[in-house]
């Protein structure tokens, strides 16, 4: 079954606590890419990676991480330093070409982490 | 810097009446157009892109680079049309290759 899958579904953590959130797709794309969805703001861009070792900062990376080792994997990190981290994640991926149009993206299911 | 608006958060419409839901975009460089639509409990899915020049559903898009908009429209709405939809933009020259997102607007429509 290809496709982006994101787990856990739902993740609770605590004040003062890292946590990471798993992102992993099949579909054999290049560019992977990490939103955070908030009531009345839509998708705000966090990190997204263009090809495996390389990643760059979105419109509000401060206080994540990420990682890409692998082409099937791009997991982000919500570090203590996020202030408000109470939110929807979206993962999605796509071909991913420098110029020009690119492929449809393709969206996880999704993340709802709630700091408690 | 790329800036998607979508100045509605809500439109609330009759089964059978027409639809427009506007998409205001701010690019300098060459953008591609799209919308995506995500139902109650669904994953956010492409709807369609400027590219392509296709209906989806019954729904059209039409770039209008003077006016720099992408306004979705469909003359007869469904009550499975209730949804999420979400105009985003994506650079076809070097820079961010990533979408930007406007904010969103709900479509409810009404039996």
């Known amino acids: 079954d290809g496709g982006i899958t994101q787990s856990p579904k739902y993740l609770f953590r605590k004040e003062g606590q890292n946590v990471t959130l798993s992102c992993e797709q099949n579909?054999?794309?290049?560019?992977m890419y990490w939103y955070r969805q908030d009531p009345g703001q839509g998708l705000r861009l966090i990190y997204y990676?263009?090809?495996?070792?390389?990643?760059q900062k979105g419109d509000i990376a401060e206080g994540y991480s990420v990682s890409r080792e692998k082409k099937e994997s791009f997991p982000l990190t919500v570090t203590s330093a996020q202030k408000n981290p109470t939110a929807f994640y979206l993962c999605a991926s796509s071909i991913g070409r420098s110029r020009g149009p690119g492929g449809e993206a393709f969206f996880g299911q999704g993340t709802r982490l709630t700091v408690v | 810097a790329q800036r998607v608006t979508q100045p509605e958060k809500l439109l609330s419409v009759f089964k059978g009446a027409p639809v427009e839901l506007k998409c205001n975009y701010s690019y300098s460089g060459s953008p591609e157009l799209f919308w995506y639509v995500q139902y109650s409990r669904q994953r956010l899915q492409l709807l369609l892109r400027?590219?392509s020049r296709e209906s989806i559903k019954g729904f059209t898009a039409d770039l209008n680079k003077g006016e720099t908009s992408f306004h979705l429209k469909k003359p007869f709405a469904q009550e499975e049309d209730s949804a999420m939809y979400y105009c985003?933009?994506?650079?076809?020259?070097?820079?961010?290759?990533?979408?930007?997102f406007g904010s969103g607007t709900r479509l409810q429509v009404q039996p």
């Open positions: 985003a933009l994506r650079t076809l020259d070097t820079g961010r290759r990533a979408l930007t």
């Open positions: 990676s263009q090809i495996v070792n390389d990643f």
């Open positions: 400027h590219i």
């Open positions: 579909l054999n794309h290049d560019a």
